[in-house]
């Protein structure tokens, strides 16, 4: 999976160069997140706008993010969705689970 | 495609490297119907999404006797109402005993039968004498 990582400030940015997030690739994401926090990262930033398609499974690498954030005392947030990337957030419910912003600057701000 | 009248019938290894592939021949799909007032590239992700959360489960659910086994995928268009059945010869499983997935609760798996269940019409899983079939229809107008 292409991952690509940056740090800014005291936030890692990963942003997930891939087409598709799904049952073939989301593992990668997963456990590239679960390092993070485990390495002592408190805030991370997952861009998906090369991302035009999602399944249950890339959900559900972000879930388990989200999820490790939390008993990381750390935070997890997403930016860049593609507008049917974002319908699967929403049918799922998970936008009212994830912090969303249009663009990794906006959610930049919002980490300060 | 005159007529909207399709059959592809495909076989593709059991490995989820052939996710994509499944997925954007529903997605060809959507784009060359003859008549659909719908939007498109919503469709598109639909017919994607299905035919990927459909293969998963089958891959999910193949008997272990051969490694290098196929996953059939049978996509029928007839009279505008579409038809995906995919084939898997696991042990099978009942689909009507998974709940809707709770949305208060957070887990990291549970919504892939979901998720083809909000975007399809109907959903069945039936067992014939050698394999199961997990059959999906959609009316596209």
């Known amino acids: 999976m292409n991952l690509v990582n940056e740090t800014r400030n005291d936030v890692v940015i990963l942003y997930v160069r891939e087409e598709r997030l799904d049952a073939h690739n989301s593992a990668e994401l997963k456990s590239a997140v679960q390092k993070l926090f485990e390495d002592g990262t408190k805030n991370v930033l997952v861009d998906l706008k090369d991302v035009r398609f999602i399944d249950s499974s890339g959900l559900g690498a972000l879930v388990s993010g989200f999820k490790n954030a939390i008993s990381h005392q750390g935070n997890l947030k997403l930016s860049s969705l593609q507008s049917q990337v974002k319908s699967m957030f929403e049918l799922t419910r998970l936008h009212r689970v994830f912090e969303i912003f249009p663009s990794s600057v906006e959610a930049m701000e919002n980490f300060q | ?141």
Do not use: W
Request: charged share 30%; aromatic share 6%.
């Open chain 2, 1 to 141: 495609m005159e007529g909207n009248r399709i059959e592809v019938d495909i076989k593709v290894p059991n490995k989820t490297r052939y996710l994509s592939l499944i997925g954007r021949i529903g997605e060809d799909i959507a784009r060359e119907l003859e008549k659909y007032s719908g939007d498109r590239d919503t469709l598109a992700y639909h017919l994607n999404l299905v035919l990927t959360e459909a293969m998963v489960n089958a891959i999910k659910h193949a008997g272990p006797n051969e490694p290098e086994k196929l996953v059939r995928i049978i996509i029928s268009l007839h009279a505008s109402e579409l038809t995906i059945r995919v084939f898997d010869d696991g042990q099978g499983f009942d689909i009507n005993a998974i709940p809707t997935p709770n949305f208060e609760e957070l887990e990291d798996r549970g919504r892939g039968i979901f998720l083809i269940r909000s975007l399809m019409d109907s959903v069945s899983y039936h067992k014939n004498c050698r394999e199961n079939i997990l059959e999906m229809k959609k009316k596209l107008s």
